[in-house]
T-cell receptor
Framework: QQQVKQSPQSLIVQKGGISIINCAYE??????FPWYQQFPGKGPALLIA?????SEKKEGRFTISFNKSAKQFSLHIMDSQPGDSATYFC???????????FGPGTRLSVLP | NAGVMQNPRHLVRRRGQEARLRCSPM?????VYWYRQLPEEGLKFMVY????????ESGMPKERFSAEFPKEGPSILRIQQVVRGDSAAYFC????????????FGPGTRLLVL
């Protein structure tokens, strides 16, 4: 119940394409869903986050889609750029709680 | 306006030695979280601390690992009698009181056990 499943494990996209990463969870107590971006040798950096009371959140080229009934959420990267090449982690938190669960990560490569 | 700081960035230890990893949270943050990342794997939660208190250590191995966040100074993750399987990147994150879920990560300490 504490797991967050993430797919695909790796993703190759052409420059200008759309990158889509999917995550699923079981614990309905999770109420905050952030996405982190990590470059090699660096710490993860918060990219965008959503709460389950909205179905979509957009920040620039990055969009989170959230399906509460299916317990799934996804990250869409529009107009993908080589600089987006990194590992992306979805996560699920319980606000003010003590549960912080990360997905296993998706390694994105954007080809020039 | 420094972010989360961790030191050392790289640490090499021989089996049986002790490793001490330090984390200074962002200014104004009183919540610290430690995570471990094995090569090609995701982040695994280890421990959550507030000043002088361990809130949740459910992800910490029962033996050899300990963590503290004293009233003054950085948070310390201590690994006694290290083994090769402890080789990993250890990340610290911090958050302010509200909202707790917005965690900001440090650059990590890469521990190599020979």
């Amino acid at each position: 119940q504490q797991q967050v499943k993430q797919s695909p494990q790796s993703l190759i996209v052409q420059k200008g394409g759309i990158s889509i990463i999917n995550c699923a969870y079981e614990n309905t107590a999770f109420d905050y869903f952030p996405w982190y971006q990590q470059f090699p040798g660096k710490g993860p950096a918060l990219l965008i986050a959503i709460r389950p009371d909205v179905s979509e959140k957009k920040e620039g080229r990055f969009t989170i889609s959230f399906n509460k009934s299916a317990k799934q959420f996804s990250l869409h990267i529009m107009d993908s750029q080589p600089g987006d090449s990194a590992t992306y982690f979805c996560a699920a938190f319980i606000t003010y709680g003590q549960n912080f669960v990360f997905g296993p990560g998706t390694r994105l490569s954007v080809l020039p | 306006n420094a972010g989360v700081m961790q030191n050392p960035r790289h640490l090499v230890r021989r089996r049986g030695q002790e490793a001490r990893l330090r984390c200074s949270p962002m200014k104004g943050h009183s919540h610290v979280y430690w995570y471990r990342q094995l090569p090609e794997e995701g982040l695994k939660f280890m421990v959550y601390l507030q000043k002088e208190n361990i809130i949740d250590e459910s992800g910490m191995p029962k033996e050899r690992f300990s963590a503290e966040f004293p009233k003054e100074g950085p948070s310390i993750l201590r690994i006694q009698q290290v083994v090769r399987g402890d080789s990993a990147a250890y990340f610290c994150a911090s958050s302010s009181v509200v909202p707790q879920e917005t965690q900001y990560f440090g650059p990590g300490t890469r521990l190599l056990v020979l």
